[in-house]
């Protein structure tokens, strides 16, 4: 339990301390300061605490929001301020040297903590919007303030501020005006964020199998549960955010849930199809490759980008596509036709679950593959464009970040300690002519060609070589995105060429696997955990080992012994890195790792 230490002269009638009780704090009063440090001293250091100033006026969500949100080690409101433990000795330290001078003790401590510059703690101050919190000083001035609270509803605020701020047109009109009140019900019956998460993962799997059957009515009700698991997917954050419920697993499960839904829902298609005797298994693989292209330049863009060695951040961001894109953001319409061009999740679902329920999966994966490929190029093209314009220069940090999306295991670094010369540090230049000879030899040869391998080769060398200096030009972000590209394309080629069944089964398997094992480095990247170890990079052989032992296999296997080469390979690499990412993630989350919520673009 968390500790509250109300310090002050008590007001008589103050709802306070039970408003504080109601957010689960154990309440003790102060008499003076030194009666507030002896009361934090006796408080377990592994317990968060809590110094609120007794003539407090304000709303209840007020006071949440300041002292429960477990994104921050400190955090602090008018008149109430809180440290986890990570920040308790700031808090300890703050209190020495404000108790003497305080008109309000918790306000003087939040202001020494952010003083205490070598300590290094930020002290988080919430939006209250129009929520109260405040500290009066004459009956006058509390009545104003206790007016002011009944003047405005905080549980109204509070589920609308549960809705994230930015999102798609689909999400935010027809999910989230009732999806939030979802949100409030699950809430009070004591449901966390990472239920609704696997019950969301549940129904989507559900209407995977609906999918699977082949049948008009199996098709019209995987629709309409896929758009239920979208509903229930929009609740588990929107359910962290009306309750703080965030955590760095909370995270990872519902980013790594997202996906595997949508994925496990284009092999649901694929079987179906099989029942009527259609083969889309390639259609529906390259709409797991081009979505997780997408999302990987997603990702590598936002990480280059997300720092500068510049000392104004206006800078860093500065040029005339940013500027024209911020021109058409004050246009109402155009936001939402810009938002709806890049079939975020909520566009896509529906479209998917729609032409599930009226069409053919054949049908419905086509039009999927156009409209993310119209979407491709339209955020690739913006992105490029803001790239060589941008002005600061990249950091340390991101050019690291963009290393580690590359992935490139022992064979690449061999040849990227080899130092070329600068005629050879086109890293983008390298990425993209060793992938595109490679999937442009798989495609022009016939299965078995020993050209793929001297392709794939190549590859490997090239894959090197383009990260043999840092990653800190403007179009480096471009590097992960082109080997994403080309071991998933040569493995969907391949696939394909080898013409017998279950082969692009498994090899959906395979990129699967894979497409896993780097949406997880994504997303410690993004939860500031750090990348996947080296160890587990070099035991699953690297982007480059992996595409060069495809290769291999497909030139010296017959086409029935290479199907079950690509099974085994994927079973491998889903054993390695799945036990690997599940024991982290869990062990993060017992160590109390950083609560991390993501309020960014819609994927």
């Known amino acids: 339990m968390s500790t509250a230490i109300l310090t002050g002269q008590p007001v008589p009638g103050s709802p306070l ?54 994104r921050f080690a400190a955090s602090a409101v008018p008149g109430a301020v809180t440290a986890k433990p990570a920040a308790r000795t700031a808090l300890t330290h703050a209190l020495r040297t404000s108790a003497e001078t305080a008109a309000s003790l918790p ?15 930020d002290v988080h101050r919430p939006e209250l919007g129009t929520l109260v919190a405040t500290v009066p000083t004459d009956p006058q001035t509390r009545n104003e303030a206790r007016q002011a609270v009944a003047a405005v509803d905080d549980e109204a605020v509070r589920l609308r501020t549960a809705v994230k701020s930015r999102d798609g047109f689909f999400t ?30 549940l129904t989507a799997l559900i209407a995977a199998g609906c999918a ?70 390639a259609l529906a693989l390259g709409a797991m490759v081009l979505q997780t292209c997408r999302h990987v330049v997603d990702f590598a863009f936002n990480e280059a980008n997300s720092d500068s060695t510049d000392s104004t951040a206006t ?14 953001d004050s246009v109402g319409w155009t936001v939402w036709v810009r938002r709806m061009i890049v079939l975020p999740i909520g566009e896509r679902w529906a479209l998917i679950a729609v032409l599930t329920a009226v069409t053919t999966p054949r049908v419905t994966l086509v039009v999927l593959l156009i409209g993310c490929a119209l979407a491709a190029c339209y955020t690739t093209a913006g992105r490029v464009l803001r790239s060589v314009t941008r002005k600061a220069a990249r950091t340390d940090r991101a050019a690291g970040a963009l290393a580690d999306l590359a992935d490139n295991g022992p064979l ?27 999937v442009g030899a798989a495609l022009s040869n016939p299965y078995g060609s020993p050209v793929v391998v001297a392709a794939a080769a190549l590859y490997v060398a090239l894959s090197g070589l383009a990260l043999a200096m840092p990653l800190k030009a403007p179009l480096d972000w471009l590097v992960p995105p082109f080997f994403r590209a080309a071991e998933y394309g040569t493995v969907l080629v391949l696939a394909a060429k080898a013409d017998v069944n279950g ?81 982290f993630w869990v062990t993060a989350h017992k160590r109390g790792a950083p609560a991390v919520h993501d309020e960014g673009e819609p994927a």
Not at 315 to 328: E, G, V
Not at 514 to 534: E, L, Q, W
Request: net charge negative; proline share 4%.
């Open 107 to 121: 306000d003087s401590i939040a202001a020494a903590m952010e003083s205490e510059t070598s300590e290094g703690t």
């Open 503 to 583: 082969a692009l089964p498994a090899a959906f398997g395979l990129v699967a696997a894979v497409a896993y094992h780097h949406y997880d480095t994504v997303y410690r990247i993004k939860g500031g955990t750090g990348a996947p170890p080296a160890w587990l990079v070099r035991a699953i052989g690297g982007q480059e080992g992996r595409t060069l032992v495809v290769a291999l296999a497909a030139a010296l296997l017959p086409a029935t012994d290479f199907t079950v080469a690509l099974t085994a390979l994927a079973v491998a690499v889903a054993l390695v890195v799945l036990v690997e990412s599940i024991h």
């Open 412 to 438: 690449a670094s061999a040849f990227a300690a080899l130092k070329p010369g600068a005629w050879l540090r086109a890293a983008p230049v390298l990425a993209f002519v060793g992938g595109a000879a490679l």
């Open 212 to 281: 699977a059957t082949g049948t008009r009515g199996g098709f019209v009700a995987a629709g309409l549960l896929l758009i239920f698991s979208f509903v229930l997917d929009c609740t588990d954050g929107q359910l962290a955010r009306y309750s703080l419920q965030y955590s760095t697993l909370g995270a990872w499960l519902d980013a790594t849930f997202d996906r595997a839904k949508e994925y496990a829902y284009y092999a649901g298609l694929a079987l179906g199809a099989a029942r009527g005797g259609d083969d889309v298994w």
């Open 17 to 70: 301390e039970g408003d504080l009780r109601s957010l689960g704090f154990d309440v003790r009063v102060a008499s003076d300061a030194a009666d507030v440090a002896t009361l934090l001293a006796a408080v377990p250091g592994d317990q968060r605490v809590a110094v609120v100033d007794a003539r407090f006026v304000g709303h209840v969500h007020a006071l949440r929001l300041a002292l429960t949100d477990p």
């Open 172 to 201: 935010t009109y027809c999910v989230s005006p009732y999806s939030r009140y979802i949100a409030r019900w699950c809430a009070r019956r004591g449901l966390t964020p990472n239920q609704v998460t696997t019950a969301s993962l």
């Open 315 to 328: 800078t860093a961001n500065t040029s005339p596509t940013a500027a024209l894109s911020d021109k058409l």
